[in-house]
């Protein structure tokens, strides 16, 4: 009586594909143990990435939902990361999708490039590389879309945002949009990180909801 929820067996775990797969099916047959009617949640290697997913084998257990993490294009969604050793810090107004001959980029290009800012801009250029259509979001989650197709398992995307202090709104909400598009298009369920801090749902100005960020997780389709 009172069992119930989920229990998600490991955040993030970050060691070789071959050694995570023993340890998660010994944890799920632990806490399955003590827990018979939880749904367990599970997610692969190297940050629960979707390209991660397929090195990953369903476990037995059939109460089980898997769970990516998706922040990509990470040049995008961490710009003026928070730690000023992170060359994402140098990163700001960066629009999305990222189109090299986008005048926003060009401008944080030149400005980059006159500053010396080596690695920042190994970093854009990076990112002008992957991201410059506009459903990149989709294509990025496609060896997940393959893999549910392979094992029939449901997936949701249980983490996914926007530092929100240097992002440009519309950009921001656009990508936003993007993954739960992706997500639904799928049949994913997906969870927001987080409420009210720097990737939140909060209005940094007001403390209050930010309406703009809800229509953009929760539009009619």
Request: net charge negative; charged share 25%; aromatic share 10%.
């Amino acid at each position: 009586p009172g069992e119930g929820g989920l229990a998600e067996l490991l955040n993030e775990p970050d060691i070789p594909p071959d050694r995570w797969q023993r340890e998660a099916e010994q944890l799920a047959a632990f806490v399955r143990g003590q827990l018979p009617q939880t749904t367990l949640i599970v997610g692969p290697t190297y940050w629960q990435r979707a390209d991660s997913l397929p090195q990953f084998r369903p476990l037995a257990d059939r109460n089980v939902v898997y769970a990516l993490h998706f922040y990509d294009p990470m040049v995008f969604t961490h710009q003026g990361h928070w730690d000023p050793a992170n060359p994402l810090s140098g990163i700001h107004d960066l629009p999305f999708p990222i189109g090299a001959d986008d005048p926003a980029v060009r401008r944080l290009r030149a400005e980059l490039t006159a500053n010396g800012d080596a690695e920042a801009l190994q970093e854009l250029d990076r990112g002008i590389g992957q991201a410059g259509s506009p459903n990149y979001v989709a294509r990025q989650l496609v060896p997940a879309v393959a893999w549910q197709e392979r094992y029939a398992r449901p997936l949701i995307i249980n983490e996914f945002g926007v530092f929100k202090q240097s992002a440009p709104r519309d950009s921001r909400l656009r990508w936003l949009e993007s993954v739960v598009d992706s997500a639904e298009a799928s049949c994913w369920g997906w969870t927001y990180w987080e409420l009210d801090q720097g990737f939140g749902l909060t209005d940094s100005r007001t403390g209050r909801l930010d309406a703009g960020v809800i229509d953009a997780l929760m539009h009619p389709r």
